[in-house]
């Protein structure tokens, strides 16, 4: 699945279109789940991108409560701390109608998170093959904590690996946990969004190149990309 087969261009005249749209894709997807089971699974991505969508889909009227919300990575951080992703999945998406959810973590600080893995594997797999999974890109073809060139990221990509890698990418002031392309791959919807030119024209860059220098390629088979300047 890491080629780019069935990969769906969205594009937007601007940012604010872009967060309500995508915004209510996902309620609409998130209802139909929910009519076809009893938890749905919800992975979505930190950073500044996605929380204008976030502040749009919280006062979505729907079973918050049957919703199970994770990152699809996480800095291995307080979860109090400004650069959690957690932090922002509470206070942008766990809020009004949405505060109803239940937030899955994926961090243990302080504890080592080689030792934490199993535990907080143990938390995510009943929810897998996960529903819906958004996600983003940095300008350097990284998504979820899948960057290029960091220790260990051919284990990540691996069809055989598991839910969970520990990632130590040079470029990062912290260690990062995140989910492994196999599990994104698995997702029965996914959504990248992207802004800006850089990152389109990195997207463009990305489907030529390895999956080692570009990760993100990992992802595209069937993914709906949402793309705005």
Request: a negative charge; hydrophobic letters at 45%.
């Amino acid at each position: 699945m890491a080629g780019d087969q069935s990969v769906t261009l969205e594009t937007y005249p601007d940012r604010e279109i872009l967060a309500m749209d995508v915004a209510d894709k996902l309620a609409s997807e998130l209802r139909a789940a929910l009519a076809q089971k009893d938890v749905v699974s919800l992975a979505v991505a930190g950073g500044t991108t996605p929380g204008p969508i976030f502040d749009v889909l919280c006062d979505v009227d729907l079973d918050w409560d049957r919703v199970r919300v994770l990152p699809t990575d996480e800095r291995w951080v307080p979860e109090d701390d400004p650069r959690s992703n957690a932090k922002l999945i509470r206070e942008r998406l766990l809020t009004g109608r949405a505060a109803a959810a239940v937030q899955v973590p994926m961090a243990a600080a302080p504890q080592d998170p080689d030792t934490a893995l199993a535990e907080l594997e143990s938390r995510i797999a009943p929810l897998l093959p996960l529903d819906i999974v958004v996600l983003g890109m940095g300008a350097d073809m990284h998504t979820a904590s899948l960057f290029p060139g960091t220790p260990g990221l051919a284990d990540a990509l691996a069809p055989n690996a598991p839910v969970l890698a520990v990632l130590r990418p040079e470029s990062q002031p912290e260690v990062r946990v995140s989910l492994t392309a196999r599990v994104l791959q698995d997702a029965m919807r996914t959504h990248l969004v992207i802004t800006g030119a850089d990152k389109r024209e990195a997207l463009d860059r990305a489907r030529q190149l390895p999956l080692e220098e570009a990760p993100v390629r990992a992802i595209l088979g069937g993914t709906t990309i949402h793309w705005a300047e």
